[in-house]
């Protein structure tokens, strides 16, 4: 059966007009000539063609299996901009530079770099989302999207961006072993404390308040025990308390998220 | 499913100590309602609840039935919603087709296929089509507008509520939109702010004028033209007490209780309801 045969005994069957221009097998002329359907479907099928081919990091991120309804959310996150990627790698160059140049023995050396590496990331969450800093934030509140959600993602997007980032440096230390890495607890636990605070205050705000709480803690304990208790068994115990403490508060308060509140 | 009807009962919102808005019983049915008033009036305030993307400080507010301040609820009505804020809130550095692929994810539109016969659909709508692959910062003021309605049309929603949708349009492009908003109306619960009372609000199937944080008319524009009815004139000269404006060279149309002498009365319009609504003449 030729493709107008079986548009003709589909059209009979149904009841409607043939699909098909032409002449069919039989000789018949069409029915109809349904121009707007086959104008709509030429539209479609030259807009598939047209479609822009993904960027890398769009590639990238279905590759490692993330969903096509949130790689926009991840590409459109406000903080991941030309000029804080930037800024992050000046931050980790900083802070490598002076944890390699500092004169003082290996332990007191990774201070500087164990220090500022959770502000980056923190950084990073504070510029992600929010009506200050998002101007896409108020089309947000009024699409379904849990708010809670969507400052989630964006958070996960920066936060593991940045934390490879200095994952990467961290093997650039020279001193240090294991102690290296003792920045990330504390860094998780900055960011949560971040975005729990976030459902309060501005996301700058919070993140500003979590940063200076962090670097006194530091300061204060560096100046009453050594560097390498300093970072711990006992600060990473409390920065485990502190992501889960977070964790909690941000999630009880997810529904501030999603509105404008003039009070 | 039929548009959503919008009813609004003992509104009082306030912005720190300022009283934005006081609406004791307000309905919208489907259709399109221009909500038209001064700067300041509690237009943005008003829209802004009406999309339930400011929450309700007190009163009850139904949207479709259902109360926005309840999460669910909420993310029910927004599901049908399609938003123009006041400020276009566009990011400059993104592409105008990779912004709708955003809206539309934020829409819950999961197929990228789908959101890209979305954002063509919408985009085709306001006249866009061919900047698709341009940044929207290169973008002129009333296109960055034209692309603020495109977002709202994404997923057809039965619900729009537009905040200025003509700010920065030129007359043609005014027109277009006007058009569309009567197509759209057909279907679906239109509402705009706007400070277009002829070129809109004359479309719509209701105005809304808000003053002083209240609304001070609710009705169809004829009604609203009507309430100036005897009190329109042009003339040679401003009348003290009258709200005049310019038509031509040296020539006024003045709204106002007591015209001048030589004043030729003319029939009135919707802006000159307006006008008489929301800048009563002076008591005699």
Redesign the interface.
Known sequence: MSIHELDAAMARAAGRPRFLAGPGADGSTPDAVPTERLARNF??IE??LD??APGMLVRILIRLGV???????M??T?AL?RSFVASVLVAVLFALSAATNNTADGADRIVVFLTMAPLIPLAGVALAFGPKVD????????????GFR?YLVRALTVVGASTLVLLLASLLVPAGGAHRVAWLLPSLAATSLTMALATRFDPRLAAGGVALAWIALVTVSVAAADAAATFGPTMQVLSLFATAAGAVGFTRRR?RL?????? | MTAPTIALHDIR????TTD?LAVDRLVLEPGSTAVLGPNGSGKSTLL?LL?????G?NGTIRIAGLDPAE?LY???I??R?G?V?Q????????RV???C?????????????L???WT?WALQQVGLLDVA?ERIGSLSGGMQRRLSIA?ALLGGPDLL?LDEPLAGLDAEQRAEIGNLFVSLSETATVICATHHAEELAGLCHRVVVVDGGQPVFVGTPTTLAERAAGRVWEADTQAPGAVCRAVGPGRFRCVGDTPPAGAVPVAPTVADGYLATVRPSTPS
């Open positions: 539209a479609e807009a598939e479609a822009p969903g096509e309804g949130t790689v926009p959310l590409t459109a406000p901009r101007p896409t934030h108020e089309v947000a509140l009024a699409a379904p999207i849990d969507l529904r999603d509105a404008i509140s003039d009070r | 919102h306030r912005h720190g934005a802004r999309a339930a993307v400011a929450e400080q999460p909420r993310t029910a927004r599901r919603l938003y804020a400020r276009d809130g566009l990011p400059p550095r993104m087709e990779a912004f692929d955003y809206v539309g994810a934020l829409k819950e539109i999961d197929s990228a296929r959101r890209r016969r063509r692959g977002q509520v």
